[in-house]
């Protein structure tokens, strides 16, 4: 069984300031993770995956995300951010059925 | 490329009708589609998983008599919840997967639906 906890639901950056979004995962098997972005009354767009290879993922947007085996980790980072950031995230972990298992999200807002 | 849509992207009905919600991919054959339910400040949760020409495999709580699923093509599925009462007012969000072992997950746009 798969799961993923983010740590934080709510992160509030400055523009201009390092984005960092937290994501856990319990995977019984390798993982697949991806991030995924949400704005009000849309559905989710992909910021990026990782499933075998490179562990540190560039995604779009300027974001990127490192995958941490050791610390069962995928957290999300973005070096500047821009008012445009402001959504909802989501990270999520593949299963070999090709379900995803979300975590709760994390609200992100950007100060001026 | 790998756009899908939703229709309608809105929806108000009375309590004990029937809705039923498009999901389409407009530039890819969906070998699976899967169906979320998202309520506000939430997480999405898995509702069923729809196969073309298959029935739909439904997680674990959801009603299957409550939430029809149908995969008629590659292109289209569609859930209809029939009876609706307000508790199932919610944002419902369908997903697709190109398939030939891609674990990538395209989401539409979602429907909100209301029911009064």
């Known amino acids: 069984a798969q799961s993923v906890t983010q740590l934080g639901s709510h992160v509030s950056v400055s523009e201009g300031a390092l984005v960092l979004l937290r994501c856990n995962y319990s995977?019984?098997?390798?993982?697949?993770l991806f991030w995924y972005v949400q704005y009000p009354n849309q559905g989710l767009q992909l910021l990026l995956k990782?499933?075998?290879?490179?562990?540190l993922v560039k995604g779009i947007n300027g974001f990127e995300a490192e995958f941490k085996k050791s610390e069962t980790s995928f957290h999300l980072t973005k070096p500047s951010a821009h008012m445009s950031d402001a959504a909802e995230y989501f990270c999520a972990v593949g299963s070999n059925d090709y379900k995803l298992s979300f975590g709760a999200g994390t609200t992100v807002t950007v100060r001026a | 490329g790998a756009v899908v849509s939703q229709h309608p992207s809105w929806v108000i009905c009375k309590s004990g009708t029937s809705v039923k919600i498009e999901c389409r991919s407009l530039?890819?054959?969906?070998?699976?589609m899967f169906w979320y339910r998202q309520f506000p400040k939430q997480s999405l949760m898995l509702m069923a998983t729809s196969n073309e020409g298959s029935k739909a495999t439904y997680e674990q709580g959801v009603e299957k008599d409550k939430f029809l699923i149908n995969h008629a093509s590659l292109t289209l599925s569609t859930l209809t919840v029939t009876s609706a009462h307000p508790e199932d007012s919610s944002f419902y969000i369908c997903s697709a997967r190109v398939g030939g072992g891609t674990d990538t997950q395209y989401f539409g746009p979602g429907t909100r639906l209301t029911v009064l």
């Open positions: 995977s019984s098997v390798p993982p697949y």
């Open positions: 990782y499933t075998t290879g490179a562990t």
């Open positions: 530039d890819f054959q969906a070998t699976t």
